[in-house]
């Protein structure tokens, strides 16, 4: 059973830093694009960050430069760095396992967890 568990949002304020975590088990990890997706309150679910199995990254345009993700597969872990956070960064972020470059979003999903930003 793929299981992805989020860990680190919370609540910070505008121009802090945050850093998401999510565990995976139940897949080859090293095998497996990871991504970073989030949905805001009334907003569709929109892709933030992906990494690919050979560590290529795609971004999200409103985060390039501003956010890093990065895998460690021998913890299975991958992490989303949030630097100058925004008010508009205020959503809940959904680990994701299975995407690829050309279509990043796979079919596993975490939970979420919530990062709120305030001004």
């Known amino acids: 059973q793929v299981q992805l568990v989020e860990s680190g949002g919370g609540l910070v304020q505008a121009g802090g830093s945050l850093r998401l975590s999510c565990a995976g088990s139940g897949i080859i990890f090293s095998s497996t694009g990871m991504g970073w997706y989030r949905q805001a309150p009334g907003k569709q679910r929109e892709l933030v960050a992906f990494i690919s199995v050979g560590g290529f990254t795609l971004y999200a345009d409103s985060v390039k430069d501003r956010f890093t993700i990065f895998r460690n597969n021998a913890q299975k872990t991958v992490s989303l760095r949030m630097n100058s956070l925004k008010p508009e960064d205020t959503a809940i972020y959904y680990c994701?396992?299975?995407?690829?470059?050309?279509?990043?979003?796979?079919?596993?999903w975490g939970k979420g967890t919530l990062v709120t930003v305030s001004s």
């Open positions: 994701n396992a299975g995407g690829t470059l050309r279509t990043p979003a796979g079919q596993y």
